[in-house]
């Protein structure tokens, strides 16, 4: 499909990117600091399971292990398809952090509080970076997509060493974070629109993009679906439906073919 923007110079698709990037950036610049509210600790299901504190949401986290572990498998022997071996690096990278994330997130949950969630936000942002960084390789230009991965890696990283050290201080500061949180959720879809593909099944990411908006619904409706029947909170389910998004990304990856030209 030969949409009308596609006619448009590729200086100009790119600079409507950079622009809405920094539109966002400088929106988030405009709201108050926002600290991270210590009644995000305090999860509806806090059942203990085998010894194991906060279970539903510390145990949910396995998927994001296995479908890490799964991905950089599959992409070490060769069964995801990539033009340029130089792409690998994006989604080994991305389900590492998949896969760390599992540990972090396991980490925070046994225990939350700020210290904690540090280390389940870190590989997040990883894996959030280096998927944005792979599309810029994918849709834009595969030397600019190698040029901003570390400066993408280190943003994400910043923005939540940034938030941690706000919250030592006394003025806690999500701004950053939200942004290396969000702001893939949008650009992805807006480079899949102005950029044509080099692979066929590009629009498989978005329902893993479906998949993590749902994740996010879901956390914010942890204590409403627990109180349904007390069997399974939001949280949980958040979990399993962010690690659904992972499952659909390897599932692309596996699937597609380069597009000829």
């Keep these: 499909m030969n949409l009308p923007l596609r006619n448009v110079s590729l200086r100009t698709r790119v600079l409507i990117v950079l622009g809405v990037a920094v539109f966002c950036a ?20 806090q059942r203990q399971l085998c010894g194991i504190p906060n279970a539903g949401n510390t145990v949910s986290n396995l998927p994001f292990l296995f479908v890490g572990v799964w991905g950089i498998i599959v992409i070490l022997r060769g069964r995801a398809r990539f033009i340029d071996a130089r792409e690998r690096w994006f989604y080994l990278i991305f389900f590492a952090g998949v896969a760390l994330t599992c540990i972090g997130s396991a980490y925070y949950h046994l225990a939350p509080n700020n210290d ?14 280096s998927l944005l960084a792979a599309m810029v390789a994918e849709r834009v230009n595969l030397k600019a997509g190698l040029a901003v ?8 990283i910043a923005s939540v060493w940034y938030w941690h050290l706000t919250e ?10 939200g942004f290396v949180q969000f702001f893939p ?27 993590y908006v749902l994740a996010k619904v879901l956390e914010a409706a942890d204590k409403r679906i627990y109180a349904l029947g007390e069997a399974i909170s939001g949280h949980t389910l958040k979990h ?11 599932r692309m990856l596996v699937r597609r073919k380069p597009v000829r030209a």
């Design 168 to 177: 030592q201080w006394g003025r806690g500061d999500l701004r950053m974070y």
């Design 185 to 211: 959720a949008l650009g992805i879809p807006l480079m899949m629109w102005l950029f044509p593909a080099r692979y066929t099944r590009s629009f498989d990411l978005l329902p893993a993009v479906g998949f």
């Design 116 to 129: 904690r969630l540090v280390w389940d936000r870190l590989p997040i942002t990883l894996s959030f970076m």
């Design 149 to 156: 991965l570390a400066p993408l890696l280190l943003l994400g």
């Design 240 to 250: 399993l439906a962010a690690a659904m998004a992972t499952v659909w990304i390897l």
């Design 26 to 45: 400088f929106g988030l610049a405009l709201v108050k600091p926002i600290p991270q509210p210590l009644s995000y600790h305090y999860f509806a299901d």
